[in-house]
């Protein structure tokens, strides 16, 4: 099946911890994209990358970090330095094949507590 | 920068009957608009698109209207089934950045 994955589906972690959320996609979709949803919220975007080894940050990325160092996986990690971190993180993907707009993507989502 | 705002946060509808949900973006040069259901704890699924030079679209039981004068999209659901209950989000992208925005969401509950 094509589709994106997320794991895990929950995670709790300890204040202080780093911890990495993971996002696999098998659509050869060269866009990769993590959002924040906190409840009763929109989804607001944490960083996209439009192509391997490169990646650009959106409206909250402080405390967070990505790597895109291959074209299927982008993983988040969550440090210590975001000061609430509590949320459901989603992945999505896109195929942006010449010039025009094309739907991303979700993938199941991260609900992480931080305890 | 973009920001889109859903008109309602909540939308209550009868089965059977059609439902509208409403959604207005503040930047002109927005030129690409999606819509997603999102059900609780899952992520978001593709409902419907449009770009800034159609003004109208239509999906099986959906459609997507673009006023780009005011700067409002609408999204129509015919016959509402109970299957349609969960949270829809209009979302905006804009020249080079592919990434979207998202308004904050309208949940339609539909009775039975």
């Known amino acids: 099946d094509g589709g994106i994955t997320q794991s895990p589906k929950y995670l709790f972690r300890k204040e202080g911890q780093n911890v990495t959320l993971s996002c696999e996609q098998n659509l050869n979709h060269d866009a990769m994209y993590w959002y924040r949803q906190d409840p009763g919220q929109g989804l607001r975007l944490i960083y996209y990358s439009q192509i391997v080894n490169d990646f650009q940050k959106g409206d909250i990325a402080e405390g967070y970090s990505v790597s895109r160092e291959k074209k299927e996986s982008f993983p988040l990690t969550v440090t210590s330095a975001q000061k609430n971190p509590t949320a459901f993180y989603l992945c999505?993907?896109?195929?942006?094949?010449?010039?025009?707009?094309?739907?991303?993507?979700f993938g199941p989502g991260t609900r992480l507590t931080v305890l | 920068g973009e920001s889109v705002g859903l008109h309602l946060p909540t939308l209550s509808v009868q089965e059977g009957d059609n439902s509208i949900i409403n959604c207005a973006y503040s930047n002109s040069a927005s030129d690409y608009f999606i819509w997603y259901k999102q059900e609780s704890g899952k992520g978001p699924q593709f409902i419907i698109d449009i770009r800034s030079n159609m003004d109208k679209r239509q999906g099986q039981r959906v459609t997507v209207l673009l006023n780009k004068t005011v700067k409002h999209l609408s999204l129509q659901i015919a016959a509402t089934q109970p299957g349609d209950s969960a949270v829809y989000f209009c979302a905006a992208s804009q020249g080079g950045r592919r990434a979207l925005t998202f308004g904050s969401g309208t949940r339609l509950q539909v009775q039975p």
């Open positions: 999505a993907s896109s195929d942006t094949q010449g010039f025009s707009y094309n739907e991303q993507f």
